[in-house]
């Protein structure tokens, strides 16, 4: 089974990037889909971007597209979010998930491994 450790969280003024990152460990990243979700409220968590396992299709929720970029090293098991132009809207816990059978598509929500979260705090 695949482990997750997100890394790259902190606090950051409204205009600003964070870039995240999600390390695997225990299988090989390039078995996943993989994606990100954040959890602002008691709403639960909520789609930001997922990527197949070549890399080759990406998907995003309306409220980051043309600010958020995901991206894969399946070499070096990592997953990355670019986050620019970063709102206080954006503030949240943001989470790495895996899955090896769901494919990736707009509101992708895994069954499969999450990571812990990493913190966003978005001032304005």
């Known amino acids: 089974q695949v482990q997750l450790a997100e890394s790259g969280g902190g606090s950051v003024q409204a205009g600003g990037s964070l870039r995240l990152s999600c390390v695997a460990s225990?299988?090989?990243?390039?078995?996943?889909?993989m994606g990100w979700l954040r959890q602002a409220s008691v709403r639960g968590r909520d789609f930001v971007a997922a990527?197949?396992?070549?890399?080759?299709?990406?998907f995003y929720a309306d409220y980051v597209k043309g600010r958020f970029i995901i991206s894969r090293d399946n070499d070096n098991n990592t997953v990355y979010l670019q986050m620019d132009d970063l709102k206080p809207e954006d503030t949240a816990v943001y989470y790495c998930?895996?899955?090896?059978?769901?494919?990736?598509?707009?509101?992708?929500?895994?069954?499969?491994?999450w990571g812990k979260g990493t913190l966003v705090t978005v001032s304005s």
């Open positions: 990527i197949s396992r070549s890399g080759s299709s990406t």
């Open positions: 998930a895996a899955d090896e059978k769901m494919e990736p598509r707009p509101g992708w929500y895994p069954l499969g491994h």
């Open positions: 225990g299988r090989a990243l390039r078995e996943y889909n």
